[in-house]
């Protein structure tokens, strides 16, 4: 079985998270790149969170802002390592310790990542490193499912079908309470 990142909980995106709200979006709680509670994003109110529903509500271009480095409106694979490293990087000195990973980088990946310090900790000296992050992560799959219109990088469009995804665990196309609540990976 191929391996998908849930790097996006549709509030990971912060470049500056801190711990307390990095623990509180590992189980799906923060909303700080959507534009109030996840209740109120339910348009309809039919309890479901459809994908229009979700891209009126998420902030892409305050994600790009920060995770863009080179402001040419696609998403990068580097970029997309570096933002999802520094995520997990709470202290930011540039490694993982196991507590950082503990505590929030193994509730950014779905289910079927191996979420074990160890694996990712590849040369053994308790912490993780960027290239070893790298090394673990299947970016190529991200793309592979992600960019649509395969020109090398992610839009705000396909990242944002992307985070909807993520919480849509079922795959039914709607975001239901209990995945709302859960959010991914969890």
């Not at 959507?34 to 271009?61: N, Q, R, T």
């Not at 997990?88 to 950082?100: P, Q, Y």
């Not at 193994?106 to 694996?119: A, G, K, P, S, V």
Request: aromatic share 12%.
């Amino acid at each position: 079985m191929r391996y998908r990142l849930t790097w996006l909980t549709a509030t990971a995106l912060a470049a500056t998270v801190t711990a307390a709200s990095a623990q509180e979006m590992a189980v799906g709680g923060g909303t700080s790149y959507v534009s109030g509670p996840m209740a109120k994003v339910d348009v309809d109110g039919d309890g479901l969170i459809d994908l229009g529903e979700f891209k009126m509500a998420f902030d892409a271009d305050r994600f790009f802002k920060h995770w863009d480095r080179n402001d040419d409106g696609r998403l990068s694979r580097g970029e997309y390592v570096t933002a999802h490293f520094s995520m997990v990087d709470l202290n930011k000195d540039g490694t993982i310790a196991k507590s950082e990973w503990d505590y929030s980088g193994r509730f950014w990946l779905e289910q079927d990542y191996n979420t074990d310090f160890d694996h990712w900790d590849i040369d053994g000296d308790g912490r993780i490193q960027r290239e070893e992050f790298a090394q673990r992560l299947d970016v190529d799959e991200v793309f592979a499912l992600w960019n649509t219109d395969d020109e090398g990088g992610l839009t705000r469009t396909e990242v944002t079908a992307g985070i909807h995804g993520a919480w849509d665990k079922d795959r039914d196309g709607v975001i239901d309470e209990g995945e709302r609540r859960h959010g991914p990976g969890t």
